[in-house]
């Protein structure tokens, strides 16, 4: 084992747990669930406020139009809060992303607000473990980094989004964006694990729905004239099960609309979840998705039209991201953590920083678990040892490692 030179120990020393902790215990308190327009921005600022005490320019960006389908199938937009965006030394030749969400699972009038010690190191609280714990980590392991020389040789973006928990549709574009062209990236969820087990390979996920025009009639006097759209939402849900493969699962979730029971439906949504494992099964179900909606049309005689798609590409390790993966275990084994990883079904913005090819390791956060649940918790003392671990793997990258 490499023991931690002068420098990582002088860098490692300086990072204030008691801050940290207040930190994540403050916004914690603020609710911030994805719809929660108003606590988003009290978080922003918020987070605006601690993050200038690193370099660069914090800027607030508005989110990207997004829309959704009601349950008549009409199109409506989704608002959303605006993104957290920190540009360091964008001059650099080496440069990295870093991302965070300060958005939640729990809406603002969700029983689930507040903060219990469930014993001397274990907080529950919404938030905590499922970011804003991390945020926490990703802030002081940066706070480190830049109180060492090697911080010079390296530049970052930092991207803390607003609506990570229902799929980033409105920072999509933005993380495309901040992925470009960097040499890595580090984005704070929680450890798979409690014991700060990484998330390594990651499936994919796709939303879509269905919408079904049919023609309405009365379903004793000429029902022959009518079209019946939930009919033909049952054949589509038939045929998805068809094109369901084992490496890209398909679940027909809900189906709304129709009418009276002496009426022939002239509508229905029909909603599915996709979870491709290679971004080739995606594509192969899309194209079965199409041909499918073609057959349903003609045998049918009802218009269909599809939103949604895959807004998670799978995300496979490659050669680097491997790399970077072992540079994070051989930087724990420096500070006596033992890291290991396993694959997941579950989803992040790792995934789209993946499909940019930037190598990133997605689950640099605190340790924790029960998270989307009222029993959330986030042990404490991870706080400083994954900014630790954090800072030492950025001060290893800002020297030179390659991956
Ligand atoms: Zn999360």
């Given at each position: 084992m490499t023991r931690l030179?002068?420098?990582?120990?002088?860098?490692?020393?300086?990072?204030?747990?008691?801050?940290?902790?207040?930190?994540?215990?403050?916004w914690s308190a603020v609710n911030t669930g994805t719809a929660n327009l108003a606590g988003l921005a009290v978080q922003a600022g918020l987070l605006a406020d601690a993050f200038s005490a690193l370099p660069g320019e914090v800027s607030l960006t508005?989110?990207?139009?997004?829309?959704?389908?009601?349950?008549?199938?009409?199109?409506?937009?989704?608002?959303?809060?605006?993104?957290?965006?920190?540009?360091?030394?964008?001059?650099?030749?080496?440069?990295?992303?870093?991302?965070?969400?300060?958005?939640?699972?729990?809406?603002?009038?969700?029983?689930?607000?507040?903060?219990?010690?469930?014993?001397?190191?274990?907080?529950?609280?919404?938030?905590?473990?499922?970011?804003?714990?991390?945020?926490?980590?990703?802030?002081?392991?940066?706070?480190?980094?830049?109180?060492?020389?090697a911080a010079a040789g390296i530049g970052y973006d930092v991207l803390i989004n607003a609506d990570e928990e229902t799929g980033s549709l409105s920072s999509a574009a933005l993380i495309e964006e901040l992925a470009r062209g960097k040499y890595a990236a580090l984005t704070y969820e929680p450890s798979a694990l409690p014991d700060g087990t990484l998330a390594h390979a990651r499936g994919?996920?796709?939303?879509?729905?269905?919408?079904?025009?049919?023609?309405?009639?009365?379903?004793?006097?000429?029902?022959?004239?009518?079209?019946?759209?939930?009919?033909a939402a049952a054949a589509l849900v038939l045929g998805l099960k068809r094109l369901e493969t084992p490496d890209c699962p398909v679940n027909p979730a809900k189906i709304e609309g129709g009418a009276a029971n002496n009426v022939v439906p002239d509508n229905?949504?029909?909603?599915?979840?996709?979870?491709?494992?290679?971004?080739?099964?995606?594509?192969?179900?899309?194209?079965?998705?199409q041909a499918l909606m073609r057959e349903i049309r003609q045998s049918h005689e009802v218009s269909i039209h599809l939103h949604g798609g895959v807004t998670r590409p799978p995300k496979p390790v490659d050669g680097r991201a491997q790399k970077l993966f072992d540079l994070v275990r051989d930087c724990g084994s420096v500070l006596g953590q033992e890291i290991g990883w396993q694959s997941t079904g579950g989803v992040c913005d790792g995934n789209n920083i993946a499909a940019c090819g930037v190598p990133v390791v997605d689950t640099m956060g605190v340790r924790g678990g029960a998270i989307h649940s009222p029993q959330e918790f986030m042990i404490v003392p991870s706080l400083k040892e994954r900014a630790a671990l954090s800072a030492l793997v950025l001060h290893r990258l800002a020297s030179g490692d390659e991956l």
């Open positions: 030179d002068p420098t990582g120990t002088d860098m490692i020393e300086q990072i204030d747990q008691p801050a940290m902790l207040a930190q994540a215990q403050t508005d989110p990207a139009p997004v829309t959704g389908i009601d349950a008549g199938g009409a199109e409506f937009e989704k608002p959303h809060g605006q993104h957290l965006v920190l540009r360091v030394r964008p001059d650099a030749v080496r440069r990295l992303l870093l991302t965070g969400h300060m958005d939640t699972v729990f809406p603002a009038d969700d029983p689930f607000q507040a903060q219990t010690w469930l014993d001397d190191t274990t907080l529950n609280g919404p938030g905590l473990a499922d970011m804003k714990g991390g945020i926490a980590v990703m802030l002081h392991a940066l706070l480190a980094l830049e109180s060492t020389d994919g996920t796709g939303n879509y729905s269905l919408i079904v025009k049919g023609q309405s009639a009365h379903a004793g006097r000429n029902p022959q004239d009518g079209r019946n759209a939930i009919v229905a949504v029909l909603r599915f979840n996709i979870r491709p494992k290679e971004p080739a099964a995606g594509e192969r179900f899309e194209a079965g998705l």
